[in-house]
Nanobody
Framework: QVQLVESGGGLVQAGGSVRLSCAASGRTFSSYAVAWFRQAPGNERDFVATINWSGDSTFYADFVKGRFTISRDNAKNTVSLQMNNLKPEDTAVYYC?????????????????WGQGTQVTVSS
């Protein structure tokens, strides 16, 4: 198991940028695929982006392509989500998730480690 703690959320104006971080405990973090999901009130938890164990493979939801970038630093046990050109519809609680896998994983039920979430609010 790995413990995940998200940070970096907050209030930002439309068109602005936010960088989320996910800090992980555990010595085997490099064995984990990591993803970001988001959940707005009344909505299901949606996939946002994922990165494989080594960081050389990523995948994004269509609604964030070209605006968000996921990256990881296994030496620091962190995964980041750089979010640019934010829109009001990006407002949600953003969750970091991890699972032991050599491949990218986009399905929430397959992840067995979750952070507590961080709120991102984009004002128009």
């Amino acid at each position: 198991q790995v413990q995940l703690v998200e940070s970096g959320g907050g209030l930002v104006q439309a068109g602005g940028s936010v960088r989320l971080s996910c800090a992980a405990s555990g010595r085997t973090f490099s064995s984990y695929a990591v993803a970001w999901f988001r959940q707005a009130p009344g909505n299901e938890r949606d996939f946002v982006a994922t990165i494989n164990w080594s960081g050389d493979s990523t995948f994004y939801a269509d609604f964030v392509k070209g605006r968000f970038t996921i990256s990881r630093d296994n030496a620091k046990n962190t995964v980041s989500l750089q979010m640019n050109n934010l829109k009001p519809e990006d407002t949600a609680v953003y969750y970091c998730a991890a699972r032991i896998s050599r491949r990218i994983v986009t399905t929430a039920p397959l992840y067995d480690n979750w952070g507590q979430g961080t709120q991102v609010t984009v004002s128009s």
